[in-house]
């Protein structure tokens, strides 16, 4: 089902089509190892995840073209790194990633990454493989995650506390004590045959991997991250800051045409299933089927106290995947908190003075938000997503971790 085998390098090369140097590629440069040769012209790379529908809806759908961009076709890449490694080297000009990503290449590895929009929200869920009943039957197990700065990570491991389990980096499963759980960097197109083999006994993941999961390994969601932080952002819509500076009415443009897909991807599920499946548009390696089910099903029954308990909290009306795009500041806060308290393999670790971040002013040097409001206004602001207009660019943030009882 998924491509096997291939190296980073490989990937960049067949993905992207770019003859890539002997050496190696450094993802951070103080100094630019490329320049951008002509920004009127729209590169962009994602991963198979839904985070990245917003990316996908701007081309297929017109709305590069309409706000005067000319696009080529999104390209898929296998992996986060080979993904950062083509935009810190301007082979591609706009991809989406990951929150704790952004915060950690602008901070720790100085990359002048600029946010625009929040891709999406509500879209990770943590499975549990099929012989695993309860969420304490993770001890002594290993679990896979996407990367180690990911969500996915930050909020896998307060659901493992949650439950009594110690989260652990670089230890195997055979090493654990009898409440501890081991951490796996695992590729998302991996992870599916990952829990079938039993290499993993679970992960956390962008949807629809989740789905995937629950239809080819007989997985069990254990929780859907929109139950533990409503709302929650995941990936980001991001530029380089000399991309912008290049001619920013061309980058509004794009933010513009960012937003007007995440209001489409938001009111047109079905097609956007279609779109993305291999049987249908072609972007993601999964029928349209798996991808429906990541979009659509999330009911109670299903999902709720009575079933499995991947949603305890009935009144936040939580979805499997939503596609609000403004970039508010109060997330930038509870990210870092999430963070600081987040293992990570010792190659990754925070740096000192990233702890002293504050969140606002992660979101002011990081978000472009002239860029972000502006846009904000062409789609109509928040009451488009049936969100409150009261406060269009502030909110207050909900995070809390319940747990079926076992």
């Not at 440069?29 to 996908?56: E, H, K, Q």
């Not at 549990?128 to 039957?137: I, P, Y």
């Not at 090493?175 to 956390?204: C, F, Q, R």
């Not at 939503?322 to 925070?350: G, H």
């Amino acid at each position: 089902m998924f491509e096997q085998g291939v190296t980073r390098r490989e990937i960049l090369k067949q993905a992207i089509g770019l003859s890539v140097a002997n050496s190696a590629l450094q993802l951070i440069s103080n100094s630019p190892a490329f320049a951008v040769s002509n920004p009127a012209v729209l590169t962009s790379g994602y991963i198979p995840i839904l985070d990245s529908s917003p990316l996908i809806v701007a081309y297929e759908k017109g709305f590069f073209k309409a706000q005067g961009i000319k696009a080529e076709k999104p390209t898929l890449i296998r992996t986060w790194p080979a993904l950062m490694e083509a935009f810190g080297s301007k082979q591609i000009l706009l991809t989406h990633i990951l929150l704790p990503q952004v915060i950690f290449l602008r901070y720790a590895q100085k990359l002048p990454v600029r946010t625009v929009a929040f891709n999406h929200t509500d879209v990770i869920t943590i499975l549990k493989g099929k012989n695993l009943k309860k969420t304490t039957d993770f001890a002594g197990k290993t679990v896979g995650i996407p990367t180690w700065w990911s969500p996915h990570n930050c909020m896998l491991q307060d659901v493992l506390r949650k439950a009594g389990l110690k989260p652990l980096a670089g230890k195997n499963a055979a090493d654990l004590a009898a409440n501890e759980v081991a951490l796996k960097v695992v590729a998302p197109p991996d992870m599916v045959e990952s829990l079938k083999t039993g290499a993993i006994s679970g992960y956390a993941i962008s949807e629809p991997f989740g789905a995937a999961g629950e239809i080819l390994a007989e997985g069990t969601v254990v929780k859907m991250s929109g139950d533990i932080w409503k709302h929650h952002p995941c990936c980001q819509s991001v530029l380089l800051q000399e991309t912008i500076n290049k001619d920013r009415q061309w980058a509004q443009a794009v933010t513009n045409a960012i937003y007007q897909a995440a209001l489409w991807a938001h009111q047109n599920r079905q097609e956007l299933a279609h779109i993305l499946g291999k049987d249908g548009g072609g972007y993601f390696p999964m029928p349209t089927r798996i991808i429906e089910r990541a979009l659509l099903k999330e009911d109670l029954q299903t999902y709720g106290p009575a079933g499995s308990g991947a949603i305890m909290h009935a009144d936040w009306h939580v979805q499997r995947a939503e596609f609000y795009p403004f970039p508010y500041a109060s997330a930038f806060d509870v990210m870092l908190d999430l963070m600081k308290r987040t293992v990570v393999d010792k190659s990754v670790a925070l740096p000192n003075e990233l702890r002293k971040l504050s969140g606002q002013q992660v979101a002011n040097e990081v978000v472009e938000y002239e860029l972000a409001k502006n846009a904000y206004k062409v789609v109509n602001g928040p009451g488009s997503f049936g969100l409150d207009n009261k406060h269009p660019f502030e909110r207050k943030e909900q995070y809390e971790v319940l747990l079926k009882p076992e």
